[in-house]
């Protein structure tokens, strides 16, 4: 490659690394715009049956996602803040001396140890501990709050990946350079894929909030139903997720003296409600994406170390991608190589 190919092709790796930078801090509302346009685009293309205007019917649409996904999601966090900010009132510094007096007794009893000198250097620790494991509740629901922005900008994105998806859908095959029905093949597969994740997130939610909730309800927490809608949006978060609901309920049970119940909870969620992931969404996702069970579970792990939250959508599809190209370049070698034999003289 000489001359002016060349510097075409410099050009354009740098106008494209110059525009990666520029997107970049919009990146996570690019890729949900993405997810959100490939699940409902079936929604969409019955609407713009009926509506005739491009402009309009992405404008409904964009709506309909803000009333299935958006609004709940938001009053799901609003009500996951008003129950850590009245769960962060109970873990006081009376509950908890209330239910230390008991077992600091004991500790006196047993070493000769003055109540009065273990009391102040155990209640600061506890309140400390207890206090710490809230505040990281409440840091994720101020970090949802002054996400707005990212929001705002998805829903515009969305909008016009609606009202253009037809033209999208077109220009695509154009810019990669490779056979239009191995595009096809292509675009089909990263649909699939996000598809298949969706439908991941979704199952693993409903089974973590599920599972929650009937923790809750067997420990005797008030509001188990609440709690377990709160657990379904926070198992999108990863690591924390779901602990931010069990967690603190358990330690608010053990300041209240239920130590059986504080230590079912925390079993139950440590164990059960947090190794659900590991099995519903590689289940859910390998069926629908055609994708081995093992490589989908490498891919969200793989992908939510890379990525963070986008990690859970971006793993397997990288992955799921990677396989068709993998097999595009091997169908490829193989005509090529069958085409030499061909031509051979014999």
């Not at 079912?264 to 409600?273: E, P, R």
Request: hydrophobic residues 60%.
């Amino acid at each position: 490659m000489t001359g002016q190919p060349f510097i075409l092709v410099v050009l354009t790796a740098l106008a494209a690394y110059l525009s990666f930078l520029l997107l970049r801090p919009f990146l996570f509302a690019i890729v949900t715009a993405t997810v959100l346009a490939v699940v409902f685009l079936p929604v969409h293309r019955r609407l713009a049956r009926i509506v005739r205007s491009r402009g309009l019917a992405a404008m409904l649409s964009t709506f309909f996602v803000i009333v299935c996904v958006v609004l709940p999601l938001s009053l799901a966090v609003v009500a996951a803040a008003d129950e850590l900010r009245d769960l962060y009132r109970s873990v006081s510094k009376d509950a908890i001396a209330a239910w230390a007096e008991r077992p600091l007794a004991w500790i006196s009893h047993r070493t000769g140890l003055e109540v009065d000198e273990m009391r102040p250097r155990l209640l600061e620790e506890l309140s400390h501990s207890g206090r710490a494991l809230l505040g990281v509740g409440r840091s994720v629901i101020a970090g949802i709050g002054e996400s707005i922005i990212q929001i705002v900008t998805a829903l515009v994105a969305l909008f016009f990946f609606f009202r253009d998806a037809d033209r999208i859908r077109v220009a695509l095959p154009r810019l990669i350079p490779i056979e239009r029905d191995r595009v096809e093949m292509l675009l089909n597969q990263v649909s699939d894929s996000i598809l298949a994740n969706m439908y991941g997130v979704v199952a693993v939610g409903a089974a973590q909030g599920a599972l929650t909730g009937a923790g809750m309800w067997a420990a005797g927490v008030h509001a188990p139903i609440l709690w377990s809608v709160i657990a379904a949006v926070l198992s999108l978060i990863p690591i924390f997720g779901t602990g931010l609901v069990w967690g603190p309920a358990a330690i608010a049970l053990a300041v209240q003296g239920s130590w059986g119940k504080a230590i079912f909870l925390g079993i139950w969620g440590a164990i059960v409600v947090a190794n659900s992931d590991n099995f519903v969404r590689p289940w859910v996702v390998s069926g629908r994406a055609g994708m081995n069970p093992l490589l989908v579970l490498f891919g969200l792990l793989g992908g939510m170390k890379a990525f963070g939250v986008l990690g859970i959508f971006l793993g397997p599809v990288i992955l799921s991608v990677t396989a068709t190209l993998l097999d595009f370049t091997a169908k490829s070698l193989q005509t090529r190589e069958a085409r030499v034999d061909a031509q051979a003289p014999r």
